[in-house]
């Protein structure tokens, strides 16, 4: 008798085996679009710069950098490689040439050089040009107008070719409606490999062989890149700091915003990067040197508010080196592109006394 009643109660409360509760909908379980955003909201940052001097920037930027290696792991370029010319092309004021470069136990890097008529052994400055996203890779710089403003301003320019772009891509539709940098990432995973530091070891390389050439004076070398190049410009200012200048186009934005959206650019990963920091915290590493960092007014891919907070947290370590000149926000009428008028007279300002 006692059982019978008692059944009904824990049938009731889902007790029992076989029954189920009824479900309050204030409880339901979080999708995972809605656990990230929220996570992303309130993501640790927990080395961010609070510093106001310039020891305290110094030691902060030594533990950071530390912190950034470990975390993208081996990126070192190889000490030494072969170079094979695919095509020359030469035009009435510059010459053009698709190379490649190879190193055992590296994969074979595809570039341009861009080099002005007549150049003087160690007389020019170079410019190591990063591309963003699209189907030509290195050659929307190498064979466009982004590289002959470059050259014809005086500059050596060289553009690599990243990964999963451009020659390196293969057939696109081979991919379907997916995202290669997503796909690329997962797959150099699994070999234990990082996308970004991949890309990271290609740029070094390219800016070594660009401070080698005859024609270059490796004390005098900058850095530009737009969107996604954009990110690879900071990335390699932030960790290589013989580069004297860099123009950081189209990516001034931040992770912490980019993943709460249904993201999916394993091209720009840094894995934990979050814990420690983000996008403003690696681009301080660049300071004092001087960084442009160029919006367009109609560039969708920057949200105001996010790029004012990256430009704040930014300008923190450059006034605390005093070099708070040395940070550039060059906001122009314009898309997602670079602006040449606000970059060439820097770069000249830098790279060419």
């Known amino acids: 008798m006692f059982l019978r009643c008692l059944l009904p109660l824990l049938i009731g409360l889902g007790l029992v085996a076989g029954t189920v509760a009824v479900a309050d909908e204030s409880k339901k379980t979080p999708t995972v679009d809605e656990r990230i955003r929220a996570e992303a909201k309130n993501a640790p940052l927990e080395m961010r710069f609070k510093g106001t001097t310039a020891d305290e920037c110094r030691a902060w930027q030594k533990e950071f950098t530390a912190k ?50 007549n150049a003087a052994k160690g007389k020019h400055a170079g410019i190591l040009a990063l591309h963003g996203h699209g189907p030509r890779g290195h050659l929307a710089i190498g064979e466009g107008e982004s590289g002959r403003t ?11 070719c990243f990964t999963p772009f451009g020659v390196r891509l293969g057939k696109a539709e081979d991919y379907g409606k997916q995202d290669p940098c997503g796909i690329t990432f997962i797959r150099l995973q699994l070999l234990g490999k ?3 530091a991949e890309n990271l070891r290609d740029s070094l390389w390219a800016m070594e062989f660009l401070a080698a050439r005859p024609e270059v004076n490796p004390e005098r070398l900058g850095c530009v890149g737009l969107s996604y190049g954009g990110r690879m410009c900071m990335l390699t200012a932030a960790l ?19 993943i709460e959206v249904k993201y999916s650019c394993g091209a720009q990963v840094i894995p934990g990067l979050l814990k420690y920091g983000d996008v403003p915290e690696i681009g301080s590493l660049i300071a004092p040197r001087p960084a442009i960092w160029q919006w367009g ?50 770069l000249q300002k830098v790279l060419q006394k």
């Open 240 to 258: 290589e700091p013989r580069i004297k200048i860099a123009v950081v186009a189209g990516a001034l934005n931040v992770m912490q915003e980019r």
């Open 68 to 117: 950034l290696r470990e975390a993208l792991g081996p990126y070192d370029p190889p000490k030494q490689w072969k170079v094979t010319s695919v095509r020359k092309v030469e035009h009435d004021d510059y010459t053009f040439e698709d190379v490649i470069l190879e190193a055992k136990g590296h994969p074979s890097l595809p570039l341009c050089v861009l080099t002005p008529k």
């Open 150 to 160: 470059l050259v014809r301003a005086g500059y050596v320019v060289v553009t690599p």
């Open 194 to 196: 990082l996308l970004i």
């Open 297 to 346: 007014t109609n560039d969708t891919l920057i949200k105001p508010e996010w790029a004012e907070e990256a430009s704040k947290r930014m300008r923190v370590a450059y006034k605390a080196l005093g070099a708070s000149d040395n940070f550039m926000i060059d906001r122009f009428e314009g898309g997602h592109a670079w602006h040449w008028d606000g970059a060439l007279p820097e």
